[in-house]
């Protein structure tokens, strides 16, 4: 049985059809929601910068700023990262 | 009138003996000929020296000439607090030329010889995080806010550690806290929504969002969790009215922006 050249080209038309709308199938499949899109750009705030140098008399006692800042309450005395500008 | 002026003479001596006896005596210089002293002295000197020159150049930024003082002091061994100092130092030297795993070693040897350093604690967080360690990132918080269950520092670190390492209850405790003592910190603020977020509290969430944006209405990542927190529960319209709003300020983060931008324009498309 031979196929007609009218019947060939409608069959790879077919397939090429069958093909794209597979295709778009897998890429809504695969596309992200808005929300999971947005949600994937939320991300904790920054840390804080790093303490500063100690001198050679140590964390011990009053002079140093560092260790100071390591247990305090507040978080100015702290140096933990500032508010974005108003 | 002579006795008036013995009186005076005896007087005015007195007070020279008085001021004169007001002199410490000098003390004898500390002499040794012993070679192990002399050897520990000329270490002390040395140690001393480099920490002044490791010090004033870290103080300049110039981290590249500070940690060669500090090596050689780390390798001199010198007793506490030079040798737990030392290691910090060092820490912070390779931390600023970008060498996070030597400067968590150097934090790490300052916390082996000093347990309580909180200092080191704090920076070994800072540079955990930046190389992406959140495993033991979370064992020195934890062992941080142990120590220090006050210190707004461990609760902020613990709490985006928490954050990274998707443990959103803890994260919500420690930032909870801190908001506690810290009522009109907007930062905290946000990251307890994220937290809430995370575990589906969307009206708490809501609320912290709105106070965050409320002490800082610049927060453009903060007005992006709201965005997105709204989109989330239904609310299109105003998620896309937030999302307009911090395209169009974005306070400087462009990446933001470009996002914010995206996300309105596909609430308006679908």
Known sequence: MVMSRRSIGRFLFSGMLALAAAGAAVAYANAPSLDARSADALIGSEPPALLAPITQAGRKGWECKPEQAAAAADRHAAMLPGDPSR | ?270
């Open chain 2, 1 to 270: 009138m002579r006795f008036g002026c013995i009186a005076a003479a005896l007087l005015f001596a007195w007070f020279g003996v008085a001021r004169a006896q007001m002199y410490p005596t000098p003390r004898p210089v500390p002499r040794s000929t012993d070679a192990p002293t002399l050897h520990a002295q000329a270490v002390q000197r040395e140690v001393t020296e480099r920490f002044g020159i490791g010090l004033a150049a870290e103080n300049r930024n110039e981290w590249d000439r500070a940690a060669p003082e500090f090596e050689r002091i780390v390798a001199l061994k010198p007793p506490e607090p030079q040798g737990s100092t030392a290691h910090y130092d060092l820490g912070l030297a390779y931390a600023h030329l970008g060498r996070n795993d030597d400067a968590a070693a150097q934090f790490r040897a300052a916390i082996a010889l000093d347990p309580g350093f909180l200092a080191a604690m704090a920076n070994l967080i800072g540079v955990d995080l930046a190389r992406g360690n959140i495993k033991e990132a979370r064992a020195v918080a934890d062992g941080f806010l142990a120590i220090a269950p006050d210190s707004a520092r461990a609760l902020y670190s613990r709490g985006i550690v928490a954050l990274a390492g998707d443990d959103a209850r803890t994260a919500q405790n420690d930032f909870g806290r801190l908001i506690a003592s810290n009522p009109s910190y907007a930062v905290a603020h946000y990251d307890l929504g994220l937290a809430e977020m995370q575990l589906g509290r969307s009206d708490d969430a809501l609320r912290e969002f709105q106070t965050a944006l409320g002490l800082a209405p610049r927060y453009a990542r903060a007005r992006f969790a709201l965005a997105t927190l709204l989109l989330k529960t239904g609310r299109r319209a105003d998620a896309r009215v937030a999302f307009d709003e911090v395209a169009r300020d974005p306070n400087g983060d462009s990446a933001l922006a470009n996002l914010a931008g995206s996300m309105r324009d596909a609430i308006a498309i679908h």
